[in-house]
């Protein structure tokens, strides 16, 4: 008996006692918004952010007693992959963590906007490039719908900081997307 509108809560409870159907519907639930969320933290390396998708997945599992029901499920998952990401950017000694791509529905009549479309997507990327990694991870995940608070658990930091970093990242974003015009 499949419970589709369990919540996660629920789920992660019957993983607990070995029900693999809570698990697939989780994972069915988390996967494209993880997946998301590590290929842009190394964006052009699909192939180290499914080992990221991996090993989030085995971590997981393994930690799967300490999860609270007080925090939603995915902020959790995002803070494991977080964690997985960065461990991996130090042993690599690499520090390029987020690419910020534009989402908006293109009217594909106009022939000109698909172009106008990605000189915009080329320009934000090229711009968060230059974002400090914390900022670039904390717009990232303001994408996802991850709230202030939770990326603040993520990052091991406090509330003011991760607002300090969304200020900081919207202002140069601003300034240097301006240029662009």
Same mark, same amino acid.
């Given at each position: 008996m499949e419970q589709r509108g369990a919540s996660d809560g629920e789920l992660v409870q019957r993983c607990r006692h070995g029900d693999t159907r809570a698990f697939d519907e989780l994972y069915q639930r988390c996967r494209l918004? $993880? &997946?998301s &969320? $590590?290929?842009?933290?190394?964006?052009?390396?699909?192939?180290? @952010? *499914?080992d990221l998708f991996q090993q989030t997945w $085995?971590?997981?599992?393994?930690?799967?007693?300490?999860y609270s029901e007080q925090q939603r499920f995915l902020s959790w998952l995002f803070r494991i992959a977080h964690n997985v990401a960065v461990d991996h950017l130090r042993k690599d000694l690499r520090h390029e963590?987020? #690419?910020? /791509?534009?989402? /908006?529905?293109? *009217? #594909?009549?106009?022939?000109?906007?698909?172009? *106008?479309?990605?000189?915009?997507? @080329?320009?934000?990327? #090229?711009v968060t490039a230059a974002l400090a990694p914390e900022q670039r991870e904390v717009l990232l995940l303001r994408q996802q719908g991850v709230s202030f608070r939770e990326i603040a658990e993520?990052?091991? /930091?406090?509330?003011? /900081?991760? $607002?300090?970093?969304?200020h900081y990242a919207v202002k140069h974003l601003r300034r240097r997307l301006a240029e662009y015009r």
């Open positions: 918004p $993880l &997946y &969320y $590590l290929n842009r933290l190394v964006p052009g390396r699909s192939h180290i @952010a *499914d $085995l971590k997981m599992l393994e930690n799967l007693n300490r963590m987020v #690419e910020v /791509t534009e989402t /908006t529905a293109v *009217d #594909e009549s106009v022939p000109w906007a698909a172009m *106008d479309r990605q000189v915009v997507a @080329a320009a934000v990327a #090229e993520i990052q091991h /930091t406090n509330i003011n /900081t991760v $607002l300090g970093r969304m």
